[in-house]
């Protein structure tokens, strides 16, 4: 069950369902699942938006930034790939949600790599299309500081 400081529960709920044992049972949020150091990267963001987040307190700031553009509903499990000795993941799934500046819907489509370390996430790299967040909300400071 996902603590009460879990900027976003259901992330953390489909971790658990996605890489069950391999993540640490005292890991009840998202953040609980990371490692101090981990390395978190967008490697399709834009120009101007955040491209890597480097320890688990340059993730824990940026976060609620996403949490202030959207409002997420639901998160469903696709499909989960475990590499050999268990050190990598690839995890698809779908995200439903809203835009809290518009109003519009916010669906998308990830697929995440995960490499995990004695039951910490060490990097995640987060593959989502920008072109739905960009036509779903009209403002974001990562957008402000590219006009």
Do not use: H
Not at 30 to 59: H, W
Not at 108 to 124: A, C, H, M, P, W
Request: aromatic letters at 10%.
């Amino acid at each position: 069950m996902p603590s009460n400081d879990d900027v976003f529960p259901s992330l953390s709920a489909l971790l658990r369902q996605a890489l069950g044992d391999l993540i640490s049972r005292e890991a009840t949020s998202f953040l609980d699942m990371c490692d101090e150091n981990i390395v978190f990267e967008f490697p399709y963001a834009p120009e101007g938006f955040t491209q890597r987040l480097m320890g688990k307190s340059a993730l824990a700031a940026y976060l609620p930034t996403v949490a202030d553009l959207l409002t997420i509903e639901s998160m469903s499990l696709n499909r989960v790939i475990i590499g050999t000795g268990f050190e990598t993941a690839t995890i698809e799934f779908d995200c439903g949600g809203y835009s809290n500046d518009t109003g519009a819907r916010y669906d998308q489509t990830y697929v995440s790599v995960v490499d995990l370390k004695n039951g910490l996430i060490t990097r995640y790299r987060d593959y989502w299309n920008p072109l739905v967040l960009l036509s779903t909300t009209k403002s974001s400071p990562a957008m402000a500081e590219t006009q």
